[in-house]
């Protein structure tokens, strides 16, 4: 069964400055997609970026961007130039491209990100 | 325009009492999602329905009940409500197209308090 690990539960930074979040994930299938959202204190969740794991190139959207190392099954997630809005808990997960695995998401614990000003 | 929107946003009521929890998405997506969050943040999945099919149940209490009476609709209903209720549930709708990835999106969920 695949699993995700977020090994930082709580991560602080300094407004403007670059942080990275980790997450592993364990599978032996060679497909699949990961994602990292953001659940701010508003409590709504967000899709904040997607890799398909086919995809060499490393998921960037806007201040956001990934690491993605398919053969340590590593995923972090770096939030440069960060801002106070960045503050909010960080999920990351797994989806199985396998159509027999009912698109469920398999999700770490979540890591807590402060953002100092 | 509301993609996921799930009512109420905030449900406050007494053991034993029988609840709903509703939720609506216009994405015309063919999946649809209940999650149950604890207070550690923990996201569980409880329920999925594709195309008003049950598709993933998750170990849950038979005092919960889905039902979907459309793919753009996925209720909760909840009988005999108990303290270790209280959470936040999240509603969820996804799509594949052509190869897109699975991402879910979510409502802004219901805080559920049960006293």
């Known amino acids: 069964a695949q699993t995700v690990t977020q090994s930082q539960p709580e991560m602080s930074v300094q407004e403007a400055e670059t942080v990275t979040l980790s997450c592993t994930y364990d599978?032996?299938?060679?497909?699949?997609?990961l994602f990292w959202y953001k659940q701010p204190p508003s409590r709504q969740m967000i899709l904040v970026i997607r890799?398909?794991?086919?995809k060499q190139q490393n998921a960037t959207e806007n201040r956001f961007s990934v690491n993605f190392q398919k053969a340590a099954k590593s995923f972090s997630l770096k939030i440069s130039d960060s801002q106070l809005g960045d503050a909010a808990m960080y999920f990351c997960?797994?989806?199985?491209?396998?159509?027999?695995?009912?698109?469920?998401?398999?999700w770490g614990l979540g890591t807590s990100l402060a953002v100092n000003p | 325009d509301t993609a996921v929107s799930q009512t109420p946003k905030y449900l406050v009521t007494q053991m034993g009492n029988d609840k709903s929890i509703k939720c609506e998405q216009n994405?015309?997506?063919?999946?649809m999602y209940w999650y149950k969050q604890d207070s550690k943040k923990f996201l569980k999945i409880m329920f999925s329905?594709?195309?008003?099919?049950?598709?993933i149940n998750e170990t849950v209490p038979n005092r919960f009940s889905p039902k979907s009476p459309d793919k753009a609709h996925l209720n909760l209903h909840i009988n005999s409500l108990e303290l270790g209720d209280s959470a936040v549930y999240f509603c969820?709708?996804?799509?594949?197209?052509?190869?897109?990835?699975?991402?879910?999106?979510f409502g802004p969920g219901t805080r559920l308090t049960v006293t």
């Open positions: 969820a709708s996804s799509q594949k197209l052509a190869g897109v990835s699975y991402e879910q999106y």
């Open positions: 994405l015309g997506h063919d999946t």
């Open positions: 329905y594709n195309n008003k099919e049950l598709i």
């Open positions: 599978t032996s299938e060679s497909d699949y997609y």
């Open positions: 890799q398909e794991a086919y």
């Open positions: 997960a797994y989806r199985s491209s396998n159509a027999g695995n009912n698109r469920k998401l398999i």
